[in-house]
């Protein structure tokens, strides 16, 4: 045996064997206990893993492994998001061709993924930028057209100037580009939507069942945004037109005195009168030039114009005036709302312009009542209501009801449920993506392309730096195909699919591997999306293992993509994951990691170091998964000694263990057993420091314990562990063996150390039974052969026992 270990040699040599053998390659037919795991796949937009794939993907694969020996058949798949902004972004800056780096990218990640030592299966891994992949993109997008759920429309929508494309709402969150940081603007654009909309209410009750973060599902909760309320008529005066008001606040209407639109509202030309055409022509140009963020701030002073048009309110009778602010945004809810003195927005507005205001509700206990009435203060929330007609004396939530059906009887109105939820648009200006497998006919109409011409592949003919117009544009091939095909005059569509489209159904194309032979056959079966008996044997997907950054975008994109396949009938499952973990941030020195900054951790130096095993044993025992840690450069040292030390230990053979040792044994099996499957590796991992120091005191350890201690490493530091499992003379591998169980009669303590102080300071410690009797405790302390040094010569004046802890001895 080598009295050291070697990392280096020790962890090629397993992953090679693991490959030779295909020791976690998956029959997913035949399987029969089975456990689906999956991690976020990689971007391969950058030319390595970073540290956050480590910690990501590291620990995760801890949590598989002991799934594994707990009996279970775990498929871990592993793949690339290979299509979209980062990957193009990354080319772009570098030169060069995406397809080219994404390829030598995914080589150099293959590689580092293999080297961290996870139990991935390699025979079914995807890369979304490959044909025989965004074929089923495609189809996707044709079962959307076929299912009215995939439209086309000009819309205002979000667009980032420097990445020079549109983006969905979730990735425009807070006004800005998720991608770089821009400001986004807002722009009228032709696009294609997918009506997740149509899901609002599902994605919602669905949330109450899945075993997932709290702080997760109330992200989406509010994304959704769900909002009962009223849809109110405004007929404008001497018009026929009519404008509708979404509000939750229908009980304040009597003091509705004026009316404020979105500058981009369809009516507002119509209704401007020439006297205010030109302010309100200037104040339409100034607001198109500011972001939603600049226009919903709070803080910021509100502004408008009056169009010089009146509205009448369908319950007073009284003439409203109609305005524009730019506070009011053309996409939210109907591009308009009524104004009244309850809503602080709405009166400060209403005071700086001079636009009279009155009051309908004050608080049910009357206080501040003549400040309200009298308009010294903005009262919001609800009350009792008064000059309100045959509302008079009702409270706020008995009102909204009633006011509520005479609007509906008088059909200028109705109940109704709103959602904050927008269709998601997934057409994309940028060359990195799949085409959209849409044809327009001579006069302009959209068709679909037949499946049998899919994959319809993205051509090499164009230049994909961005310039805001779709590069596919510029393809002579493109156009020559679909000329060929459809006849003469027929033209491509020339966007690409936002990325999140491919990663929307993953989770089902690592399963679509199984039983077509080779990869690139995936792409030409016809018919079957997911062999039926697989997909109701494997999802949904029983851990899920990635980032929070993804809550309000591919986690509600693919929940909201799988629930439209459940009703197309092409798969069983309503919900992709069943269990979803995020896992926490790695920071340095307390910092987070950026290039700007300089303190970004490079995995590989450490792992040539250390190796594989200590780089992931080091990052488990920062800190609580979910939480993360903080990175040291001396700390993974500490991870490096353990290793040592276990090994040597494990390699020294005694003939039995004390009862004290093979105690602490089944306390640690205990341990890891309940630490693990709740993601706390790094307390499981102290639980074996502490069970090492034991050991080293004992000088080795017997054959059973060596067995039960190497299956205890087996999911924190799987390359140790098998060479351990090898080194102790067992056949097999490691990852094979059940999880050790623990003995509970053994957990009760019989024995405990106690130190043995002479004169205050401590000279030994000795091992006693629970029960034993003081006299002969501190016998046995006297007897111990370094304090009986200190004692030589010397009389003993006085001897204190603290049960079970001391021995306190004063010459």
């Known amino acids: 045996m080598q009295q050291t270990y070697d990392a280096s040699a020790v962890e090629s040599k397993w992953q090679k064997r693991w490959e030779e053998a295909k020791v976690y390659e998956v029959d997913l037919k035949k399987a029969k206990d089975s456990y689906y795991s999956m991690v976020m796949f990689p971007y391969p937009s950058g030319d390595k893993l970073h540290v956050g794939h480590w910690y990501n993907f590291g620990p995760a694969d801890s949590y598989a ?78 079962q959307m057209f076929k299912n009215g759920l995939a439209y086309r429309k000009e819309a205002n929508v979000n667009f980032c100037s420097c990445c020079q494309t549109v983006l969905a709402n979730e990735q425009a969150q807070n006004g800005l580009c998720d991608r770089c940081s821009t400001e986004v603007i807002r722009k009228p654009m032709t696009q294609w939507f997918w009506k997740i909309t149509d899901y609002a209410e599902t994605l919602l009750q669905n949330l109450d069942d899945l075993d997932w973060p709290e702080k997760t599902k109330l992200m989406q909760r509010n994304w959704i945004g769900r909002s009962e309320g009223v849809e109110v008529e405004f007929q404008v005066d001497c018009s026929d037109e009519v404008i509708t008001v979404f509000t939750t606040r229908v009980d304040t209407l009597y003091s509705g005195t004026f009316l404020v639109l979105a500058p981009e509202h369809s009516l507002v030309d119509a209704l401007t009168d020439a006297q205010h055409e030109a302010e309100v022509r200037a104040y339409k140009l100034a607001a198109a030039k500011k972001t939603d963020i600049q226009r919903t701030d709070l803080a910021k002073e509100k502004t408008g114009a009056f169009t010089g048009a009146y509205a009448v309110n369908p319950l007073s009778g009284e003439k409203m005036p109609i305005w524009i602010a730019d506070f009011v ?377 060596a067995e039960i201690v190497a299956r205890l490493l087996a999911p924190l530091a799987p390359h140790l562990a098998e060479e351990l499992w090898e080194s102790i003379g067992k056949k097999g591998f490691v990852i094979d063996q059940p999880w050790p169980e623990f003995d509970p009669a053994l957990l009760e303590t019989t024995s405990v150390t106690v130190a043995v102080q002479v004169n205050g300071k401590v000279r030994g410690q000795i091992e006693v039974a629970v029960d034993v009797a003081e006299a002969e405790v501190i016998t046995q302390a006297q007897e111990e052969p370094n304090v009986a040094r200190h004692l030589e010569g010397k009389q003993v004046r006085k001897a204190i026992y603290v049960k079970g802890r001391l021995v306190s001895l004063v010459v």
């Open 329 to 705: 945004l053309a996409h939210y809810g109907f591009g308009a709302v009524f104004a009244d003195a309850h809503d602080e927005r709405d009166f400060a507005f209403a005071k700086k312009y001079g636009i009279p205001l009155k009051t309908n509700i004050c608080p049910a206990d009357g206080g501040d009542a003549d400040a309200i009435r009298n308009l010294e203060v903005c009262y919001t929330e609800d009350g009792i209501l008064y000059d309100s007609g045959e509302f008079d004396g009702m409270s706020s939530a008995d009102a909204r009801k009633a006011i509520a059906k005479w609007l509906e009887k008088r059909k200028k109105g109705r109940g109704v449920v709103q959602y904050r939820l927008r269709d998601w648009s997934i057409s994309r200006q940028r060359y990195w993506g799949a085409p959209i497998p849409i044809v327009y006919d001579p006069e302009g109409n959209p068709h679909p392309i037949p499946e049998e011409h899919l994959p319809w592949l993205l051509p090499t003919d164009v230049e994909f730096k961005p310039t805001g117009t779709a590069p596919l544009a510029q393809s002579k091939e493109l156009k020559e195909r679909t000329e060929k095909l459809f006849g003469k005059g027929w033209k491509p569509e020339v966007d690409t699919m936002d990325t999140f489209v491919c990663s929307s159904f993953y989770q089902f194309m690592y399963l679509s591997t199984e039983g077509v032979g080779t990869k690139s056959e995936i792409g030409n079966r016809k018919s079957d999306f997911i062999d039926a008996k697989i997909e109701k044997k494997w999802m949904p997907v029983d851990m899920y293992i990635g980032g929070a950054e993804h809550a309000c975008m591919h986690l509600i994109y693919a929940r909201f993509v799988t629930m439209a396949l459940k009703d197309f009938g092409f798969v069983n499952c309503e919900e992709p994951f069943k269990k979803l973990v995020h896992q926490g941030i790695i920071t340095n020195q307390g910092a987070k990691m950026s290039k700007s900054k300089g303190n970004v951790v490079s995995p590989d130096a450490f792992v040539e170091k250390h190796g594989a095993d200590v780089f992931r044993m080091y990052l488990m025992f920062m800190g609580t998964f979910t939480d993360g840690g903080d990175w040291s450069d001396t700390g993974i040292k500490g991870i490096d000694r353990f290793v040592q030390r276990i090994w040597k230990v494990l390699n020294k053979r005694v003939d039995q263990c004390s009862p004290q040792v093979r105690a602490k044994v089944h306390a640690t099996v205990k341990k890891c057993t309940e630490d693990i499957p709740a993601l706390r590796f790094n307390t499981a991992i102290a639980a074996l420091m502490e069970l090492l120091n034991d050991l080293e005191k004992q000088g080795g350890i017997a054959q059973e314990g």
């Open 65 to 142: 492994r002991f799934m594994r020996m707990q009996g279970k058949e775990v498929f871990a798949p592993m793949g690339f998001d290979a299509f979209g902004l980062p990957a193009e972004n990354y080319a772009i800056k570098t030169g060069i061709h995406p397809s080219k780096s994404i390829a030598e990218n995914t080589r150099t990640m293959i590689a580092q993924l293999k080297h961290i030592g996870c139990m991935y299966d390699w025979s079914k891994t995807v890369n979304t930028s490959q044909p025989e992949y965004y074929r089923w993109t495609q189809w996707l997008f044709l």
